[in-house]
């Protein structure tokens, strides 16, 4: 780094570490939201494993329906009466599913008559979904076992009643499924460049024009170029410790707490974490230099923020999109910021195998765009408008 760059560079980093109160919010925000969110998903969906793998079911009138009980209880299932305001806890949420059993279940059962039964639930509550689907699968059960022995009773062969058999074979792996689960991660990874080097671009460009410290700074025998890439280096600069701290403190949490509720699910390392780095800091420099763009056409601090806000909107929507648009994955979305770094660190979540190109394409596309961005600040820089248009 040459003497003159390195001087502008330093420059920054110390104006940007004097306002600690603004560096010690986004390094809390970066080190725990992410961390503490994971530690909340994973609490939640290992509570979900947990209600689906143990076999219970509430059913209201079940002195209606001893043939169903009996079926329950040697399938190893435990049966609970369900209150008298049964509706009401499920409508609340105390209650995930409750089986009714009619007064007249048990004779139409036996007069070979269709036998009806309600299963209450409410599917607008997400914990109810493993209750629901597991007593439909069990009262499913029950049904095709009622069949069975109806037709053997006539002396019909049951497999007469089932002239196709299917086999789900699912190739996904527990990984794999995770992946879809703790999607957070990679959007956490994101979002924290554009948190980190938000503050930076904004000071070293409107704020100092706002301030009147920027007319002076290019009044030195600088080139403009030299400012224009100090200030980006420190912008990059932080966001690349912001995204480290955000990226470390995930791996703290899938390691201390995390990876113990679902060691299935997720398996995020050291070698996670280094391909997330790789992939995520050539965006770093990217969204860096673009804030360092919309941040010089600011008036004002708070106006550049408006403006860099936008740009942290756009970008949050992509993870959102690409989770659940269902679009398969095209090659020639890895040359698209933020999409291309997104498919690549689902991937890695995902333990899929990357190839050298789907790291390089992304990073090389970033600082490209990223060295364009740089240059365009160093024009505007050269331009009076600029330098002496303050509000």
């Known amino acids: 780094m040459k003497p003159r760059l390195a001087v502008v560079f330093l420059k920054e980093i110390r104006d940007a570490l004097r306002d600690r109160r603004t560096a ?196 030195n025998p600088v080139p403009a170029w030299v400012f224009a890439v100090g200030k980006w280096l420190a912008a990059w600069a932080s966001a690349t410790a912001v995204v480290t701290l955000t990226m470390a403190g995930f791996l703290a949490a899938a390691r201390l707490y995390a990876e113990r509720k679902l060691p299935s699910l997720l398996n995020f390392g050291v070698p996670e974490l280094a391909a997330f780095l790789a992939v995520i800091v050539p965006l770093a420099a990217f969204t860096s230099a673009l804030q360092l763009l919309i941040s010089t056409y600011g008036r004002s601090y708070r106006e550049a923020q408006t403006y860099v806000s936008y740009l942290a909107t756009v970008a949050s929507f992509v993870p959102l999109v690409v989770l659940f648009s269902g679009a398969r994955e095209q090659a020639w979305q890895l040359a698209v910021p933020v999409l291309g770094q997104m498919m690549v660190l689902q991937r890695v979540l995902r333990g899929d195998g990357l190839a050298w190109i789907d790291a390089l394409v992304p990073a090389g596309v970033a600082l490209v765009l990223a060295g364009i961005a740089v240059a365009a600040v160093a024009r505007l820089l050269r331009d009076e408008r600029i330098v002496f248009g303050r509000a």
Not at 77 to 95: H, M, N, Q, T, W
């Open 24 to 219: 010690l919010m986004i390094l809390v925000a970066s080190v725990l939201t992410g961390p503490v969110t994971l530690i909340l998903v994973a609490s939640f969906v290992s509570g979900l494993e947990e209600r689906a793998s143990t076999l219970r079911v509430r059913i209201a009138g079940a002195e209606h329906a001893p043939a169903l009980v009996n079926f329950l209880e040697r399938a190893d299932v435990e049966i609970e009466k369900a209150p008298a305001d049964y509706l009401a806890r499920v409508k609340e949420g105390s209650l995930d599913a409750v089986v009714v059993v009619p007064e007249d279940f048990h004779e139409r059962w036996l007069a070979h008559e269709e036998a009806r039964l309600e299963l209450v639930h409410d599917d607008s509550r997400t914990e109810s979904g493993p209750a629901t689907r597991q007593a439909e699968r069990l009262l499913a059960a029950f049904n095709r076992e009622t069949a069975y022995l109806r037709l053997m009773a006539r002396g019909v062969s049951p497999s007469l009643n089932e002239s196709t058999k299917v086999e789900r074979v699912n190739t996904a792996t527990p990984r794999q499924r995770g992946a879809v689960l703790l999607f957070l991660i990679p959007m956490f990874g994101i979002l924290a460049p554009l948190l980190g080097g938000m503050t930076v671009a904004i000071d070293s460009t409107a704020g100092e024009r706002e301030r009147g410290s920027l007319e002076p700074l290019l009044a």
